[in-house]
């Protein structure tokens, strides 16, 4: 997207002619630039509205079909409304054409899916026997893509089955899907469950296997995506035995390295394709900042309330509208609001409605049918609409809260963008460090590339769980290649634990489980606790992951649930059960862990003046030791309690800055403003780290230790508590080391950019904290200022001034 | 370098789930790869695809004993009707058929799953011909598959028990895998899991081979007993320890564990038939017959149904059987249009706890379209609404409530359905469907349809 004109419209230059009746008789862009001079209006102190860029409309560029393109497959397009081609859509159908693996990297609503349908469908056409795959990270896309598919089928008069495959699948219609399926639509997981380890079943599809389609390649990062890697890994390899090399075609959101994820996933040469030849309308990106109302402590007025008022200021203008909101919880808050303040008239639907995970199949249809044909005047949603979904182009998009990551931005942001008119777009900032970050440097976010997606999918733990399915599903021959690992050696060590079994050459699969049920793509680790409501009748209410659970519903916590306060009752380790009543409490519960790093080995070391950065392997030790009771709204400490957990060890890598004796001496601070500093500093890195990284918060963890004497020391640590740091009586570090660690066992790749982008990280961390508005300290840079000494702000920035010398 | 070694010990995916066979003495002594072969006087059969071992064995007993026509066309009897017809030409040549049974190395099935031993069985000279074919390693699997494939080459009627939903399917997994051996063609799989079940589930609650085996073919009277018989969930384990050098020892009673269970398949077909062949099998249990009734109800075979269920209940059948029984017997009573002897089995029936709602709910439609006493038939429909609100009351399973919920609400129709023909005929017996509105009453229920299909 090209940088363009920042536009300040000047308070109320034009809306003050403007009357109701007139307003009503308004097209959409003047009514567009109504609520924006709305907006501008109550910005009287210049500090709400931080940004409002406008991109000018961008004419089609056509191009008529390709000459090879069937005939039938013209007029079946041509019967839609399709008599030319985007470009981007006649480039990518090319290539494919020329059997290349491509990526294409399109906005919202650029007509990606004739990208990969027209190339795919011609060679069905000219060769029934040809079959592709289609891989979807949704259920809910791959149902939205069957309705295109189908609707394409009947007008070349069923000439190619076409099929979802999924958990939804009724037994019976599973074996007419494998014999006559010339695209089968599927998602990753029941790839790796239901379809390779069961490829005897598929023959037919494997035999004539020529496309692969990877849609939203740009999901498939971290652990998903290294996951992913391994499956395409397995599902290449069973093709290969059907003597089958099939064609990769990728469709990805704007990301900074999308060829780069490509071809580590695919682990083979793939094109990028990202010029974009679809029209775009006039559009409006504003950041929007909720007014401050405790400058000293940082305190803005409630972002979701402030989002519901700039949604509202859309639908009073009869623009159609929708709100992104980051949790479900929000959603709801945000549609209470909305259809509040629209009454339905008696009788009548209503016309704002919510949209998410969990509502069910055909609610979802009829939303979207209803977005389509304007029914619907405004929808609430989380991320759910944010991929491929048609609900055709909206006026406006609000969202509530940084969506993450740049791309994720602009892909919500695309929703809005009718073919004519003007659209707006609103980022409505939380209090959060990145959204803080994104509306007061506003040039990072529309100067700058979007985020890297890494992948490590040959972090071991992850590899030799898919090298078990793939020996499962085909006896691994000794010449094997499966990632950049010594395959005999991994196969010898499986055979010494049991699971394979050498056999002349080849390792045979001997035990009797069915591995990929052991393997979820998706979550860290398969091993959840379940949070049990034993109020009334017990019945069982959510779920927590392993790391997560130490923290959350440990004995005596308070755990929140769908805006409920429940009270853990008890926590049965061995059985992974919390058991909770609801309760209604005054606080909540912070638990205190502490967490230990040792470093094992060094893979890399820079030095910088009075300080180094360096990233290799660690081992985290990390263990729930206590909790705190926090009072809401005045965040008082109104007691504790000591927990005895289990200690949890992780073999990992991590990024580390290590701070030396003559940097910590120079700064004009006490030892404890020093610590306190560090541990500032420490937080706002994350939220950065996170930022730079595209990756979840959740993904990273952090700790400050002493830099033992040398790498292979004995550890020599203290707990990284904040409290213990900074008290009076705190034993001062020497020369500590600041670690931002994978949070997941054997590193998921994220070390290594840190190491590479460390300028950068501390550069934009040092802008973070130095343009925030607070005195001492607030959620948004250093972290809350009750939890830390004084000065903490100065000495982190003082730090990171000798960090950026 | 410590690090990097130590990396692996922290896989947990490289863990061992169980531990490994301990104790030298186990082990096979070197060069004794056919202590197998020794323990169960098998040899070592070579084809183009190499080595594997065979056991083969004649057995006396089961005798062959002719399958009525009667019983084939029960047994071929599908919802395809050309299917069946060609099932049933396939199953008329006994010299045709090969009962199979495998064992292997999971039960989760998929492409990892192995079957390691592949018994087959086949009538010859009026007794049983067993071939049983063993992989020492995976590397003799295409040499099994081959001897399998050319066996049922002369012999395409496959019979099993089971093996519709585990044996065959996983087979045809194991012949796909080798890309070299077409997956062979049958002319007719017969699993027997399916009559069995039907004809035994209600007195043995179990049909696995070995509960028939012990109580209904009288294992004790052929002269069978399964000594030392292996635990089925533990022969992936002995296979795995074989493989790995472990004892050959388990591995023969697994050998033996599957003559077992192809005898008794190839002797359940004689029982089967004996059962389905006659009416009159007065030797048979009442529970059998009842079991057998429903199966040749579901066959479309009423007749024979009405029969055999009459006799079941005649010998005398447990309280709960005997009230579904007669409930059985009703409906086919019913659907020969024989409403009166219907009416009567569900007089019986009224009164009954379980049986009872039905039965009155049958009485109430009886007595308004067969009977035409409309009295009589409020009466039923009024039991049936106490009983079922009692039922409701007694009740904790919430799914039952909620069909108990739906029962009521369409007797409560029929009540009121009732309630106003009858006064309608007080008013103006002549033209009763004629009545006007007013005559409804003040708590007058609409009929909901006075055409409702009973």
């Known amino acids: 997207m090209s940088e363009s004109l920042a536009v300040r419209r000047a308070g109320t230059s034009n809306i003050a002619s403007d009357g109701l009746a007139s307003s009503r008789e308004s097209t959409a862009i003047t009514r567009v630039h109504q609520v924006l001079d709305a907006f501008a209006a109550r910005d009287v102190h210049g500090e709400i509205l931080t940004a409002v860029r406008h991109f000018p409309a961008r004419e089609a560029q056509w191009v008529d079909f390709p000459a090879w393109a069937h005939a039938d497959l013209r007029t079946a397009y041509a019967g839609k409304g399709i008599r030319q081609l985007y470009s981007h859509q006649a480039a990518a159908a090319e290539a494919v054409h020329g059997g290349k693996n491509i990526v294409v990297v399109t906005p919202t609503a650029s007509g990606k899916t004739l990208c990969y349908n027209l190339p795919i469908l011609n060679a069905i056409l000219e060769s029934s026997d040809s079959r592709a795959l289609y891989l979807f990270p949704t259920k809910a896309l791959a149902q939205d893509q069957l309705a295109e598919l189908h609707d394409l089928s009947q007008r070349l008069e069923n000439r190619f089955g076409v099929f979802t495959y999924d958990g939804d699948t009724p037994s019976d219609a599973r074996k007419a899907i494998r014999e006559k399926g010339h695209i089968v639509l599927t998602n990753p997981d029941?790839?790796?469950?239901?379809?390779?380890?069961?490829?005897?079943?598929?023959?037919?599809?494997?035999e004539n296997l020529r496309f692969i389609v990877v849609d939203e390649l740009h999901t498939y990062r971290g652990v998903f995506g290294s996951h992913l890697c391994n499956v395409l890994r397995r599902l290449r390899r069973i093709a290969r035995f059907y003597g089958r090399e099939p064609q990769f075609i990728c469709s990805s959101a704007t990301i900074a390295n999308p060829g780069e994820l490509a071809s580590r996933l695919l682990e083979a040469n793939v094109e990028v394709l990202n010029a974009n030849g679809a029209p775009a309308a006039e559009k409006t990106f504003v950041f929007y900042n909720p007014p401050v109302v405790n400058r000293a402590l940082g305190i803005r007025r409630s972002y979701i309330n402030e989002s519901a008022r700039v949604a509202q200021e859309f639908l009073k203008h009869e623009l159609q509208t929708i709100v992104f909101a980051n949790s479900r919880l929000h959603t709801e808050l945000l549609l209470t609001y909305l259809q509040q303040a629209n009454p339905h008239g008696p009788g009548k639907p209503e016309t704002i409605r919510g949209y998410r995970g969990g509502y069910l199949p055909n609610e979802r249809r009829e939303i979207e049918r209803g977005l389509r044909d304007a029914r619907i005047r405004g929808v609430v949603s989380t991320s759910a609409l944010e991929l491929g979904i048609d609900v055709g182009s909206l006026d406006a998009v609000v969202m509530a809260g940084y969506p993450g990551t740049i791309a994720g931005t602009w892909q919500r942001a695309g929703r809005a963008g009718r073919r004519s008119g003007s659209s707006c777009a609103v980022l409505v900032a939380s209090s959060a460090p990145l959204d803080q970050f994104m509306v007061r440097n506003p040039d990072y976010f529309f100067g700058s590339t979007p985020e890297h997606a890494f992948i490590q999918p040959d972090n071991l733990e992850i590899l030799v769980n898919h090298l078990k399915c793939a020996a499962f599903e085909l006896p691994i021959a000794p010449e094997e290649r499966f990632g950049d690992v010594d395959v005999p050696d991994l196969c010898a060590r499986l055979a010494e634990a049991g699971f394979l079994h050498q056999a002349g050459e080849h390792y045979h699969w001997t035990h009797e489980a069915y591995p990929a049920d052991t393997v979820s793509l998706r979550s860290v680790t398969s091993d959840n606790f379940v949070i049990i409501d034993i109020t009334g009748e017990p019945k069982v209410i959510g779920e927590v992951d392993f790391s997560s659970a130490l923290t959350t519903v440990h004995e005596k916590a308070i755990y929140l649930h769908g805006g409920e306060q429940y009270h853990v009752e008890h926590l049965d380790f061995k059985e992974r059960k919390a058991y909770v009543k609801r309760v209604d409490v005054d606080y909540y519960t912070d638990a205190i862990r502490y967490t230990q790093v040792r470093?094992?080995?060094?893979?890399?070391?820079?030095?910088?003046?009075?300080?180094?950065?360096?990233?290799?392997?660690?081992?985290?030790?990390?263990?729930?030791?206590?909790?705190?009771?926090?009072?809401?709204?005045?965040?008082?400490?109104?007691?504790?309690?000591?927990?005895?957990?289990?200690?949890?060890?992780?073999h990992t890598t991590s990024y580390w800055i290590t701070l030396e004796r003559p940097l910590l001496e120079s700064l004009p601070f006490t030892v404890s403003e020093r610590q306190s500093g560090m541990f500032g500093l420490l937080h706002a890195l994350e939220s950065v780290a996170t930022l730079l990284l595209m990756c979840d918060g959740r993904d990273l963890g952090t700790a400050i230790g002493e830099r033992p004497p040398d790498a292979t020391a004995v550890e020599a640590f203290s707990p990284a508590r904040m409290e213990e740091m900074v008290g009076a009586n705190a034993k001062e570090f020497f020369e500590p080391n600041l670690y931002l660690f994978d949070a997941y066992p054997g590193g998921i790749g994220f070390s290594e950019p840190l190491f590479r982008v460390h300028d950068l990280l501390v550069q934009k961390t040092r802008e973070l904290i130095r343009s925030c508005e607070c005195d001492q300290g607030c959620p948004s840079c250093v972290g809350p200022a009750g939890d830390l000494a004084p000065r903490t702000k100065d000495a982190a920035l003082a730090i990171l001034d000798r960090l950026c010398a | 370098m410590a690090a990097f070694t130590d990396r692996f010990s922290r896989i947990s995916a490289l863990k061992p789930t169980r531990p490994r066979p301990s104790g030298a003495e186990l082990l096979r002594a070197p060069h004794a790869e056919d202590s197998l072969s020794r323990l169960l006087g098998a040899g070592i059969a070579t084809n183009r695809y190499g080595q594997h071992v065979l056991v083969r064995n004649w057995f006396s007993s089961p005798e062959y004993s002719e399958v009525s026509d009667v019983s084939l066309d029960l047994l071929s009897h599908g919802r395809d009707e050309a299917l069946s017809r060609r099932t049933r030409a396939a199953l008329a040549d006994p010299s045709k058929w090969l009962f199979l049974d495998t064992e292997t190395t999971g039960l989760a099935g998929g492409t990892g799953t192995y079957a390691f031993l592949i018994g087959l069985a086949w009538w010859d000279a009026g007794a049983l011909q067993v071939e049983q074919f063993f992989?020492?390693?995976?590397?003799?699997?295409?040499?099994?598959?081959?001897?399998?494939?050319?066996?049922?080459?002369?012999?395409?009627v496959l019979v099993t028990f089971n093996g519709k939903s585990f044996d065959w399917p996983l087979l045809e997994n194991r012949f796909t895998m080798t890309r070299s051996i077409a997956v062979p063609r049958l002319a007719a799989h017969l699993d027997l899991l399916h009559?069995?079940?039907?004809?035994?589930?209600?007195?043995?609650?179990?049909?696995?081979?070995?509960?028939?085996?012990?109580?209904?073919?009288?294992?004790?009277?052929?002269?069978?007993?399964?000594?030392?018989?292996?635990?089925?969930?533990?022969?992936?384990q002995h296979y795995f320890d074989y493989l790995r050098g472990g004892p050959a020892e388990p591995l023969a009673a697994v050998v033996r564990h599957n003559q077992m269970d192809l005898r008794g398949l190839a002797a359940l077909v004689g029982k089967i038939d004996a059962l389905l062949r006659s009416d009159a099998s007065s030797e048979a249990e009442s529970l059998d017959l009842f079991g057998l009734s429903r199966y040749l109800q579901?066959?479309?075979?009423?007749?024979?149904?009405?029969?055999?269920?009459?006799?079941?209940?005649?010998?005398?059948?447990?309280?709960?059987?005997?009230?579904?029984?007669?409930?059985?017997?009703?409906?086919?009573?019913?659907?020969?249009?024989?409403?009166?002897?219907?009416?009567?089995?569900?007089?019986?029936?009224?009164?009954?706890?379980?049986?009872?709602?039905?039965?009155?709910?049958?009485?109430?439609?009886?007595?308004?379209?067969?009977?035409?006493?409309?009295?009589?038939?409020?009466?039923?429909?009024?039991?049936?609404?106490?009983?079922?609100?009692?039922?409701?009351?007694?009740?904790?399973?919430?799914?039952?409530?909620?069909?108990?919920?739906?029962?009521?609400?369409?007797?409560?129709?029929?009540?009121?359905?009732?309630?106003?023909?009858?006064?309608?005929?007080?008013?103006?017996?002549?033209?009763?469907?004629?009545?006007?509105?007013?005559?409804?009453?003040?708590?007058?229920?609409?009929?909901?349809?006075?055409?409702?299909?009973?």
């Open chain 1, 599 to 650: 470093v094992l080995e060094i893979a890399a070391t820079a030095r910088d003046s009075d300080s180094s950065h360096s990233h290799g392997d660690v081992l985290v030790r990390s263990q729930v030791v206590g909790f705190k009771k926090i009072k809401f709204f005045t965040n008082e400490n109104v007691g504790a309690g000591k927990l005895e957990l289990p200690e949890n060890e992780m």
């Open chain 2, 195 to 236: 009559p069995a079940r039907a004809l035994w589930k209600l007195r043995l609650g179990s049909v696995r081979l070995v509960e028939l085996e012990r109580h209904v073919l009288d294992a004790a009277k052929l002269g069978w007993h399964r000594e030392e018989d292996v635990l089925a969930a533990l022969i992936p």
């Open chain 2, 298 to 454: 579901r066959r479309g075979n009423s007749q024979r149904a009405h029969s055999t269920c009459t006799q079941a209940i005649g010998l005398g059948l447990p309280r709960e059987y005997d009230r579904q029984a007669r409930r059985e017997l009703a409906l086919l009573a019913k659907r020969r249009g024989e409403h009166e002897q219907a009416a009567k089995l569900w007089h019986e029936l009224a009164s009954d706890e379980s049986t009872g709602i039905y039965a009155c709910v049958q009485l109430a439609i009886y007595y308004e379209r067969r009977a035409k006493r409309l009295e009589s038939a409020l009466d039923f429909a009024r039991l049936a609404l106490a009983k079922v609100r009692r039922h409701k009351m007694n009740s904790l399973d919430p799914a039952a409530n909620t069909r108990s919920l739906s029962l009521e609400q369409s007797i409560l129709n029929r009540v009121a359905r009732l309630e106003h023909r009858i006064r309608l005929n007080r008013v103006s017996p002549a033209l009763p469907m004629a009545a006007p509105e007013a005559t409804l009453g003040a708590g007058g229920f609409v009929p909901v349809s006075l055409n409702s299909r009973e």
């Open chain 1, 190 to 206: 029941m790839l790796h469950t239901g379809i390779l380890p069961h490829h005897t079943r598929w023959t037919r599809l494997f």
């Open chain 2, 135 to 156: 992989m020492r390693d995976f590397g003799e699997e295409h040499a099994i598959l081959h001897e399998v494939a050319s066996r049922l080459a002369d012999r395409p």
